[in-house]
């Protein structure tokens, strides 16, 4: 008994150790968000809007703001497809770049009673002004639940999701995703969202230098208004 003991304790020890050592290698960066969104249902079809986005970093001479319009084609209740191009403005330290996102995804969806569970397979390309010879590609498959609460017009939802680097060949990054949002009125939404993305930075065969993993934690305020 004295000796399952033991090694109970150093096999806790060891663990301890190797659990520390990992989260040294990780990166932790915090960033805060505020958004705002219009949004307008043509029909049961088709629905089209833009958002727009900035980023409160915790370092002062960084500022990002992003730019999308996005339209959504329903053809049947549980399918939909989804276009968006995406700009993003970043200036750091009095240097400004821009990058631009590509995006089309498919989208399932089944709701039962207040609960509806989706899925989705984005495809985005990326490219950035001042690296036009690294141009990023993903698949990113997402899960989401979310419970609309009628009573009170509140609906907290919970999503998963993985990144696929096509040309790297391996997920390089996932994204938990918490949030609720509190219906204002008819045409008024606002929103709260806290997001865990993990970016692994693994090695392979086209990059063998490695770095350290990236945690970063965003909470977002985001406001929507549906003409």
């Known amino acids: 008994m004295k000796q399952i003991f033991k090694i109970t304790i150093v096999a806790l020890t060891l663990s301890f150790i190797a659990s520390s050592s990992v989260k040294a290698q990780t990166e932790k960066r915090y960033i805060f968000n505020l958004a705002s969104a219009i949004e307008k249902e043509f029909n049961d079809y088709l629905t089209a809007g833009f958002e727009l986005e900035g980023e409160i970093c915790p370092d002062p001479s960084t500022k990002t703001v992003m730019f999308k319009p996005v339209v959504e084609f329903s053809p ?6 989804e276009a968006e191009y995406r700009f993003k403005a970043e200036n750091e330290e009095g240097e400004s770049a821009w990058q631009r996102r590509f ?3 498919a989208k399932g969806k089944y709701a039962f009673n207040h609960l509806k569970l989706s899925t989705r397979l984005k495809y985005c390309l990326y490219s950035d002004d ?3 010879d690294t141009k990023e590609q993903y698949f990113r498959t997402r899960f989401q639940a979310q419970y609309k609460i009628k009573p ?3 609906t907290p939802y919970v999503s998963y999701e993985w990144f696929y680097n096509i040309p790297r060949g391996l997920v390089d990054r996932d994204r938990w995703t918490f949030g609720v949002e509190k ?4 045409r008024n939404t606002l929103g709260f969202e806290y997001q865990c993305e993990e970016r692994f930075n693994r090695t392979n065969a086209k990059r063998t230098k490695l ?4 945690a970063e934690n965003t909470f ?3 406001y929507k208004f549906e003409l």
């Open 76 to 81: 049947i209740q549980y399918l939909s497809f």
């Open 103 to 105: 995006g089309i995804a």
């Open 130 to 132: 001042y690296d036009e």
């Open 152 to 154: 009170i017009k509140l």
């Open 183 to 186: 219906k204002l009125n008819k």
């Open 211 to 214: 770095k350290n993993d990236i």
């Open 220 to 222: 977002s305020i985001t």
